[in-house]
Nanobody, 117 residues
Framework: QVQLVESGGGLVQPGGSLRLSCAASGRTFGYYGWFRQASGKEREFVASIRWSGGLISYADSVKGRFTISRDNAKNTVYLQMNGLKPEDTAVYYC????????????WGQGTQVTVSS
């Protein structure tokens, strides 16, 4: 069974940091992505990475603050989030796909990130 399981969310003050993890089981995807959905808004792209290396992309809203990385041995993708702002509050989802041309067809259950004082 293919699964993507996120962890690491929580409540943090503005300016703080969190690291999200996405552990994949059942298969390894060619690409992994992080998306987020704030209450009442559509889901939006945050960052993506090619499993074999390179091809890292970020949404403009998180460039310079968030870093996506991977650990091949653990089959895990991370999202390091620094300088968090209240507008980063959302449910964060991990997604996987086989190739750059495919749709994101595997999704995790999401982890809540709340940035508030």
């Amino acid at each position: 069974q293919v699964q993507l399981v996120e962890s690491g969310g929580g409540l943090v003050q503005p300016g703080g940091s969190l690291r999200l993890s996405c552990a994949a089981s059942g298969r390894t995807f060619g690409y992994y992505g992080w998306f987020r959905q704030a209450s009442g808004k559509e889901r939006e792209f945050v960052a993506s990475i090619r499993w074999s290396g390179g091809l890292i992309s970020y949404a403009d809203s998180v460039k310079g603050r968030f870093t996506i990385s991977r650990d091949n041995a653990k089959n895990t993708v991370y999202l390091q989030m620094n300088g968090l702002k209240p507008e980063d509050t959302a449910v964060y989802y991990c997604a996987g796909k086989s190739s750059v041309a495919n749709n994101w067809d595997y999704w995790g259950q999401g982890t809540q990130v709340t940035v508030s004082s």
